[in-house]
C-alpha cells in the first residue's frame, strides 16, 4: 500500500508545484509574461495539470480503498474461521460438561479462555469497522474533490484549495498509519489467538488423561479380582496344652458368661467341633461370634466353593468365618443369628433369627425364624435354601445361576432379595445390572442398594431366649 502510495504523491507533488507556482497573484506579476491573455493560457493549463493530478490521486485513492477492502474482507474471512473453531469448542465444553466434578472445574477454565478470544475478535471486528468507516469518510472527501476539480477548470485554485489538498495528503498519510497500525494489531491478535489455541490443546490432552485416570478409579472395583486370603486354619493340638484345649469356650457367648468383656480375636471350640480363632463381639449384654463382616471393600467377597466353606478375608477388616466352622457354630441348640446392617445415610439397625446350619452333606442348608428387629425382613425367603457360589450352583433359579449373576456365595434362593456377600460400592454404580451385585437387603423388592456395613453372627442364650431390642446390641460396635 506505502508502494503505491508514495509514487502516487510524487507525482501528485510534481504536478502541484508548478501549478501552485502559477497561481494567484505571482502568476499575474509574472514578469516574463507579455500578454495578459497568454498568461491566462497559461495559468489554465496548469490548472488542468493540477486537475489531472488531482484526478489520478483520487483514482489511486479509490484503488487503494478497494485492495484495503480486499484486505479487511482476507480479515474478516479469517475471524469467521476462528469463530467456527470456537463453536465447535463450546460444542465440546458441553459434551465435557456431563463429566464429574473434577472435570467441570477444567470446562470452566476452557470457557473462559474461549469468552477471552471470543471478546478478542470482537475487539478485532470493532478495530476494522472504525478503519472502514474512516475509508469511506476517505472516499467521501475524495468525491468532494473531484467535483470542485472540475468547478476549477473555470476558475483559478483559491489557497482554501490549496489548505485542502494539503489537508487530504496528511488524511492519506494518517490513514497509512493506522492501516499499519491495524496490521500489527492483527499480527498480535493472531499471535495471541495462535498462544490461546496451543493452551486450549494442552488442556485438551490433559482433559483427556484426566477421563482415564476417571474411568481407572471408577473400574477399579470392577477389575478387583483378587484372590483373598485365607483365614486361620483350625487349631492343632500341638499349639497350647491340650487341658488348655479341652477348657476353651465353646463360643463368644460362653466366653462372656465366663466373664470376658473385651471385643477381640479368642480361640473357641464349639460342641463336637475342632477349635478355631473367632472374632468376639462383646457387647454389655452377651457375646456374639462373628460370622461375617463388610465395612470397607478391602475383600473380594467374590469367591470359590472352596474358600466360602474354609473362611477368607482378615479378621481386623473384612471376612467370612467359613461354612464349615459357621455349621459348628450354628448346630448348637439355640442358635441365634444376628446381623446388623448400616446404609450411607443412617445408623445401624440389626434383626435376629433362630437359626440351624446343616453340615456339608447338604450343602450348608439354613433354616431361619425371625425373632425381632428393626429391620424388616427379607432373609425368611432364603430359609431351607442350600448355600450357593459361582462353581456350586445349588439355587432356586432354573435358568440362572443366582451367585454368577450376583456376585458372592449365599443361601440364593430365585434369586431372592439378599445377598449380604455382594460386591462392596463405594459409589453407587451407573447400571442396573451392576447395582444388583453390591451388599443387598430388599425387603418389598425394593431398588437396588448397596450397604456400606453388615455384620452378621451366632450367638447362644440359655434356652428359651426373651427377645427385646434392649437386650441385643444395637450400639455403634468397635470396628468404624
Ligand atoms: C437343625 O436342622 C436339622 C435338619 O432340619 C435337624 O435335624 C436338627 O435337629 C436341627 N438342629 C437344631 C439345633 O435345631
Ligand atoms: C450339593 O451341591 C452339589 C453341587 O451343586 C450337588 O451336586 C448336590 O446334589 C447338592 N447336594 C444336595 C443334597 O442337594
Ligand atoms: C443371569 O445372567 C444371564 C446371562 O447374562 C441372564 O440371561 C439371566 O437372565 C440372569 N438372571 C438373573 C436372575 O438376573
Ligand atoms: C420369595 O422368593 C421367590 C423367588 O425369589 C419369590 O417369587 C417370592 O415372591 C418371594 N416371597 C416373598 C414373600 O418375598
Redesign the pocket.
Known amino acids: 500500500m506505502r508502494i503505491t502510495l508514495i509514487p502516487l504523491l510524487l507525482v501528485l507533488a510534481a504536478a502541484c508545484v508548478p501549478a501552485l507556482c502559477g497561481k494567484g497573484e505571482q502568476l499575474v506579476l509574472q514578469p516574463e509574461a507579455p500578454v495578459e491573455t497568454r498568461s491566462r493560457f497559461a495559468a489554465l493549463d496548469d490548472v488542468r495539470l493540477l486537475a489531472n493530478g488531482l484526478l489520478q490521486l483520487g483514482q489511486s485513492l479509490r484503488e487503494f480503498v478497494q485492495k484495503t477492502k480486499g484486505q479487511i474482507n482476507d480479515i474478516i474471512q479469517k475471524l469467521n474461521i476462528f469463530d467456527h473453531s470456537f463453536y465447535q469448542l463450546s460444542v465440546l465444553a458441553s459434551e465435557i460438561k456431563e463429566e464429574e466434578e473434577e472435570l467441570k472445574k477444567t470446562t470452566v477454565v476452557l470457557k473462559a479462555n474461549n469468552e477471552e478470544i471470543k471478546g478478542m475478535s470482537f475487539e478485532i471486528n470493532s478495530k476494522v469497522d472504525n478503519i472502514l468507516q474512516e475509508k469511506s469518510q476517505l472516499q467521501n472527501k475524495v468525491e468532494g474533490l473531484e467535483e470542485k476539480l472540475s468547478s476549477l477548470s473555470h476558475g483559478l485554485v483559491t489557497s482554501e484549495q490549496l489548505t485542502e489538498i494539503t489537508g487530504l495528503r496528511e488524511v492519506i498519510y494518517s490513514q497509512e498509519r493506522s492501516i499499519t497500525e491495524l496490521l500489527k494489531a492483527v499480527k498480535e491478535q493472531s499471535d495471541q489467538l495462535n498462544h490461546q489455541k496451543l493452551q486450549i490443546k494442552i488442556m485438551e490432552e490433559k482433559l483427556t488423561v484426566d477421563t482415564l485416570t476417571q474411568e481407572t478409579i471408577e473400574r477399579m472395583p470392577e477389575i478387583f479380582n483378587g484372590d483373598a486370603p485365607t483365614l486361620t486354619p483350625y487349631l492343632t493340638s500341638s499349639s497350647p496344652s491340650t487341658t488348655d484345649m479341652m477348657n476353651l469356650p465353646s463360643d463368644c457367648s460362653d466366653l462372656f458368661n465366663r466373664g470376658e468383656r473385651a471385643s477381640g480375636l479368642y480361640a473357641i471350640r464349639p460342641t463336637g467341633a475342632e477349635p478355631f480363632m473367632a472374632f468376639c463381639d462383646m457387647s454389655k449384654d452377651h457375646g456374639a461370634t462373628v460370622i461375617q463382616r463388610r465395612r470397607d471393600g478391602s475383600v473380594n467377597f467374590d469367591q470359590i466353593w472352596e474358600k466360602y466353606e474354609n473362611g477368607f478375608g482378615d479378621f481386623q477388616g473384612e471376612f467370612w468365618l467359613g461354612l464349615r466352622k459357621i455349621h459348628s457354630l450354628a448346630a448348637q441348640v439355640n442358635s441365634v443369628l444376628h446381623i446388623q446392617l448400616e446404609d450411607w445415610k443412617q445408623g445401624r439397625r440389626f434383626i435376629e433369627y433362630r437359626c440351624n446350619l446343616s453340615g456339608p452333606e447338604n450343602n450348608y442348608t439354613i433354616h431361619l425364624t425371625h425373632l425381632s428387629g428393626e429391620l424388616l425382613d427379607p432373609m425368611s425367603n432364603h430359609s431351607g435354601m442350600m448355600f450357593s457360589t459361582k462353581d456350586r450352583d445349588n439355587d432356586n ?1 432354573q ?2 445361576n ?1 451367585a454368577h ?1 450376583y456376585t458372592g456365595g449365599w443361601w440364593f434362593n430365585a ?1 431372592g432379595d439378599t445377598n449380604l456377600n455382594g460386591r462392596y460400592f463405594h459409589m453407587r454404580p451407573k447400571g442396573r445390572s451392576e447395582r444388583k451385585r453390591g451388599i443387598q437387603w430388599r425387603p418389598g423388592r425394593k431398588n437396588s442398594y448397596s450397604l456400606k456395613f453388615t455384620q452378621i453372627s451366632v450367638q447362644h442364650v440359655a434356652s428359651p431366649r426373651t427377645i427385646s431390642s434392649t437386650s441385643v446390641s444395637s450400639e455403634p460396635g468397635v470396628f468404624l
Open positions: 433359579h435358568d440362572s443366582c449373576n434369586c
